[in-house]
Each structure stands twice: as C-alpha cells, then as structure tokens.
C-alpha cells in the first residue's frame, strides 16, 4: 500500500481534539464521527470531558484518512483493512538452489522432448 508523504506530527502524548483537527485536515465533527464508526480510536477523557488523542490514535486518524480521501474506500472497507492482521501475508516461496532450477529444467525438456 502507498501511503501518503508521512506527516510530521508534534513530539507530544496527548493531542485536544483542535489540534488533531488540524493536522488532520478535517473537520472537528468528523473526528467525532469516526470514533463511533472504528472501534480503534479510543481517545482519553479529561475530568471535563475533553478528548486527549494519543499519538497512535492521531496515525490511525491520518491512515483512516489516506483509506477514504485518497484511496476511495467505503468506512466498511477502511474498518475491515485496519482490522485485518497484517502479517496475513501468504509465506514467500523459498527460493530454488541452482541445481534445483537445472534438474526441473532438464525435466521439462525431458518433456518437451518426448511430446
């Protein structure tokens, strides 16, 4: 996946709902929004109830961001692709030695040749 340039995001904790806001690009209401709709941003509460976004909840903010604006994928599809584990990757082939190569090559011709 091609990810967006990495925005550089302020060396802090916690971030208040306007600053996320900010480096986000996006509307206040909108953040709102998406905390109901994926269950991975989770920010604190002050004893005012303010909201306090963690620095892993503002990357999920700007990752949810890069899925809908760039990527056009439904909320559905972006809650799906951030719940699915990522290391579901099929394991690689390990790579033929070289007389591995040569005996199933020689074997192809063998029948190639005898076609």
Not at 10 to 25: D, H, M, R, T
Not at 37 to 51: A, D, L
Not at 70 to 88: C, H, M, V, Y
Request: hydrophobic share 35%.
């Amino acid at each position: 996946m091609t990810m967006p340039e990495k925005t550089q995001l302020p060396n802090k904790l916690y971030f208040k709902i306007g600053e996320v806001s900010k480096i986000a690009q996006l509307p206040t209401y909108v953040l709102r929004f998406w905390e109901n709709e994926f269950s991975c941003i989770r920010p604190k509460r002050t004893s005012s109830g303010q909201r306090l976004y963690r620095r892993t909840d503002v990357e999920t903010i700007l990752k949810i961001r890069h899925l809908l604006h760039e990527r056009k994928f439904t909320i559905e599809g972006a809650r799906q692709f951030l719940s699915t584990p990522k290391n579901d990757k099929p394991a690689a082939a390990s790579p033929l030695s070289i007389k591995e190569l040569k005996d199933e090559l020689e074997s192809i011709r063998k029948l190639l040749e005898d076609s």
